[in-house]
């Protein structure tokens, strides 16, 4: 069964730092480009960042660009995203998710790990 | 501001047929294929449609997508009450090199 699990979420202050990590399974990893989508309370989806299936290329809204930052370990099935410099804003649920098909341009995201809660607030 | 547009909400009793719209530009739903995702409170999204009007494999024949230009929509037929749900629509912006998302629309079963 495919799976995604994400982990790291909690309570932070304004200005602190967070690493995300998502556990893949019942996949092969490294064939597949990965993404971050998050939900604030309440709110719509919002598209945060992508990483290509080695990790060479990534990919970030304008929103968080220069913040935040994605990675992968594909010899351990693993997906991240480091936050830095937390704003309010910020707080939401994040989804990691994989993504189907070999151009970006044409993917979708399926399956969605069950998100983790950041909130930011001191 | 969501860069995709889609009515906040719609509405059907159930048996009918429901549309819900999704509107972009040339830069993102003109020129890429659309996908939308169903999500119920408190769940994560699921993906519904993708590559504009194909449907994974559990998705009955009751949803089906489709494009015209810079704009998509996905139709619903014989509405049940558990089709109740966000649905968000979502395609690749190459201005914004990156995914672009609808603010999503409520479906109400009456």
């Known amino acids: 069964e495919v799976q995604l699990v994400e982990s790291g979420g909690g309570l932070i202050q304004p200005g602190g730092s967070l690493r995300l990590s998502c556990a893949a399974s019942?996949?092969?990893?490294?064939?597949?480009?990965m993404t971050w989508v998050r939900q604030a309370p309440g709110k719509g989806l919002e598209w945060v960042s992508a990483?290509?299936?080695?990790?060479?290329?990534?990919y970030y809204s304008e929103s968080v660009k220069g913040r935040f930052t994605v990675s992968r370990d594909n010899s351990k099935n693993t997906l991240d995203l480091q936050i830095n410099n937390l704003r309010a804003e910020d707080t939401a649920v994040y989804y990691c998710?994989?993504?189907?098909?070999?151009?970006?341009?044409?993917?979708?995201?399926?399956?969605w790990g069950q998100g983790t809660l950041v909130t930011v607030s001191s | 501001q969501s860069v995709l547009t889609q009515t906040p909400s719609a509405s059907g009793a159930p048996g009918q047929r429901v549309t819900i719209s999704c509107s972009g530009s040339?830069?993102?739903?003109?020129?890429?294929?659309v996908t939308w995702y169903r999500q119920l409170p408190g769940t994560a999204p699921k993906l519904l449609i993708y590559?504009?009007?194909q449907r994974p494999s559990g998705v009955p024949d009751r949803f089906s997508g489709s494009k015209s230009g810079p704009s998509a929509s996905l139709a619903i037929s014989g509405l049940q009450s558990d089709d109740e749900a966000h649905y968000y629509c979502?395609?690749?912006?190459?201005?914004?090199?990156?995914?672009?998302f609808g603010g999503g629309t409520l479906l109400t079963v009456l």
């Open positions: 998710a994989r993504v189907a098909s070999m151009t970006l341009s044409m993917g979708w995201f399926d399956p």
């Open positions: 019942g996949f092969t990893f490294g064939s597949y480009a």
């Open positions: 990483i290509s299936t080695s990790g060479a290329s990534t």
């Open positions: 040339s830069s993102n739903v003109g020129s890429n294929t």
């Open positions: 590559s504009n009007n």
């Open positions: 979502a395609a690749w912006d190459e201005s914004l090199n990156g995914w672009v």
